[in-house]
């Protein structure tokens, strides 16, 4: 018995194991219960320091550095009471992942004991090498010195494990010289954007908001499962996250038997200890189901605050993995682990909200007034996307996603809006001045007459939209599913807050009588400019391609050319203008990313060049040599039934090692030359020759996993 043969018999006689019996769970008892959220700090801060601190949280005002003292001797008797021995700064540098150096509370009492310590320096300030991460540039191997600084806007939590705890402290991440290394850095400068330029907008109406304008956002996590033991057996999945060969199985999700389809009870079992992780996490899970794919799965929370929702969401994914293993599975959060299946997005559902009050800005308004606000940032954001369309792509741009992108489950690489038929006709009306009625009834002069009520479903569902209107909100559909959310809404804060710059600037110029026409003529000037980027209909299509050449509208493919849009004068100018990213820091994430893009695809090439030459030549060989004695064997004792055919299949399976081995001659010179495209296109022939390999040798002989047993044998 072969090692893909033992595998799956291990599985087959695998008992299911339940961790925990859930269901005497009490959600409302223990949600929360491992993060040093308000209520919490309100039972172990003083009064005034509570207040202090609640101030800089709910208005974004500066920390008073006289409070940090008792704010961390609070946090760590916390700690201490859930178990924790040490603490860490988690923080979220460029690799796309979290980072953390654990630090003990023990300090020695000179008496030959320990005691336990927390200082409001340690609290607020951490001292990690930052020449180790990746920079761009910035820092050089000589220059290590970096510093994380407490975001107290994210609350602090817990994180168990089977023999202790650590208290985690998100922090930002900066150069000793005060650059960005993070990406929490800029999206909390570019949230201080979005808030104030909101704010000017809806002084220019009469609204005074008391508190701050803040995006939310609601990030659906997508991803797979596939028993431990198959993944193990599975190289090209341990080291590149996917499958760099495999035939697609007869069955895959050609049935749609899947989606939403009943959830196996080890899957289930899974997801209610990661539900209840989350929950205790103080993290909103809402909905989990089956996607498209076999083995596919999707977990969506409610909507936050969004620097707290990006923080939650790479929370999300390392709580999914970890959960995965105690269940003998594993996590895949790849854009694409399987061909031929669909792959994992992260749908990036962003808005704008009214702090404290709730009031989210992208509601459709039941009065004239509040419809004129709406429509406002509803032609900001199209003016938005339209005119920066091109680093709205760059932040979704890498190798994992570029497997993805177009495909039958995820949006083109031209970024395009969706409004639905009732929206795109109240925008043709204004266009117009209003002329005609709509199709819901009632006139179209913006902030004179009535704007037809809206119902949060006045739009259909675009699947194929990568920007997509949804009733109250905007769902950037192409941002990938093992990529941080902070990029895509870094983007969109500030390209939206340039937007709404504009508007409020040329609003706070006009004297109130003329308040109505003016901004009915900026309104109408905004749409016939920039109405090019509004599409509701199929963007998977050929024909869409042909109308966005037309229209102008950018296709950048691949990452690489995706990227160099924020090189562009343009992008410089835009992030320095509004303070978010220099052009030092602008420059370093490029590099970086691009960087990052070359060696994923030099670690593929380099794995399937060692997989095709280690196992799949010689399991070939050893099939061509079974069939060429049993064609021997049968004309010694005069058979030649079958023996023509057999020599055939000899003949397909010799094609198809000399075309592997020239393959291999040919990546191991573009590989020392480090040809990218050359070596992302001989990783593609390889596949298809070990894919039509799969078909032709024995199943007893075949070494790995295959797809039919990867998606289905869990």
Not at 115 to 143: C, N, Q, Y
Not at 452 to 466: E, G, H, Q, W, Y
Not at 651 to 674: P, W
Request: hydrophobic share 40%.
């Amino acid at each position: 018995m072969n090692l893909r043969k033992h595998v799956i018999s291990n599985i087959a006689n695998k008992k299911l194991e339940v961790r925990k019996d859930g269901r005497d769970c009490d959600i409302t008892a223990i949600y929360g219960q491992d993060v040093f959220n308000l209520k919490t700090m309100k039972d172990y801060l003083p009064k005034p320091v509570y207040r202090k601190l609640m101030h800089t949280i709910r208005n974004g005002a500066t920390l008073d550095p006289t409070i940090a003292d008792d704010v961390s001797n609070a946090m760590k008797r916390w700690a201490l009471s859930k178990g924790a021995s040490h603490y860490t700064h988690w923080f979220q540098p460029l690799t796309g992942s979290t980072a953390e150096k654990h630090d003990s509370f023990i300090e020695p009492d000179l008496e030959g004991g320990v005691m336990m310590d927390f200082s409001g320096k340690s609290l607020v300030k951490g001292e990690p090498d930052a020449s180790s991460f990746p920079s761009g540039g910035i820092r050089a191997t000589f220059e290590a010195r970096g510093y994380t600084a407490w975001d107290p806007t994210s609350p602090a939590f817990i994180k168990h494990s089977a023999s202790g705890a650590v208290l985690c402290i998100p922090t930002a991440f900066c150069s000793y010289t005060g650059e960005a290394l993070d990406k929490k850095t800029p999206l909390l400068r570019s949230m201080q954007v979005i808030s104030a330029q909101t704010k000017r907008l809806l002084a220019c109406f009469g609204e005074k908001v008391d508190g701050k304008v803040v995006a939310t956002l609601g990030p659906e996590q997508e991803y797979f499962l596939i028993d431990k033991e198959l993944y193990l057996a599975r190289p090209d999945l341990i080291q590149t996250g996917r499958t760099l060969f495999g035939s697609v199985s007869a069955k895959h999700q050609q049935m749609e038997d899947h989606y939403f389809g009943a959830v196996k009870e080890r899957i289930l079992n899974f997801m209610n200890e990661a539900d209840q992780t989350l929950w205790k996490l103080g993290i909103p899970a809402k909905t989990r189901h089956n996607e498209v794919a076999p083995a596919q799965f999707e977990l969506a929370p409610i909507f936050e605050e969004l620097n707290l929702a990006v923080d939650h969401n790479m929370i999300v994914m390392e709580v999914l993995r970890v959960v995965a293993s105690h269940h003998g599975l594993v996590c895949l959060t790849h854009e694409k682990p399987f061909a031929g299946v669909n792959g994992s997005g992260k749908h990036n559902n962003w808005s704008l909200m009214v702090s404290p009050d709730g009031k989210n800005l992208l509601e459709p308004g039941k009065n004239p007034h509040e419809n004129a606000i709406f429509l406002t940032l509803l032609c900001a954001i199209i003016r938005a996307v339209d005119r920066h369309a091109d680093i709205l792509r760059a932040t979704v741009a890498h190798a994992g996603n570029d497997h993805r992108l177009g495909a039958n489950e995820a949006p083109p690489a031209i970024i395009s809006i969706f409004l639905g038929e009732q929206l795109t006709d109240v925008i043709g009306q204004i266009e117009k001045g209003g002329s005609r009625s709509s199709k819901s009834g009632g006139t179209m002069h913006v902030g004179v007459d009535t704007l037809p009520i809206l119902p949060k479903d006045a739009t259909d569902r675009n699947r194929t939209s990568p920007f997509a209107f949804t009733g109250n909100k905007f769902e950037f559909r192409a941002v990938g599913s093992n990529q941080s959310c902070a990029g895509p809404n870094i983007a969109l804060n500030t390209i939206v807050g340039e937007s709404i710059d504009e508007i409020a600037t040329e609003l706070e110029k006009v004297p109130a009588a003329k308040f109505n026409n003016s901004l009915q003529a900026i309104l109408q000037d905004i749409i016939k400019t920039h109405k090019r980027v509004i599409f509701n209909g199929d963007n998977y299509t050929a024909e869409w391609a042909k109308e966005a050449a037309k229209r102008g509208l950018p296709n950048f493919k691949k990452t690489p050319e995706a990227l160099d849009s924020l090189l562009s004068k343009k992008a410089e100018h835009l992030f320095a203008k509004y303070k978010v990213l220099s052009k030092t820091e602008l420059h370093s994430r490029h590099e970086v990313y691009i960087e990052e893009y070359k060696k994923t695809i030099i670690l593929e090439g380099t794995l399937a060049l060692n997989m095709v030459k280690t196992i799949f030549i010689p399991v070939a060989i050893r099939q061509q040599s079974i069939i060429a004695d049993n064609v021997i064997k049968l004309k010694a004792i005069g058979v030649s039934a079958g023996s023509e055919e057999q020599k055939k299949k000899a003949v397909i399976i010799g094609s198809l090692i000399s075309r592997l081995c020239g393959s291999g001659e040919k990546m191991e010179k573009f590989l020392e030359a480090y040809r990218t495209d050359a070596i992302l296109k001989e990783t593609e022939n390889m596949r298809e020759a070990v894919d039509k390999l799969e078909q032709e040798v024995d199943d007893d002989l075949w070494p790995l996993p295959k797809y039919g047993e990867m998606l289905f044998i869990y």
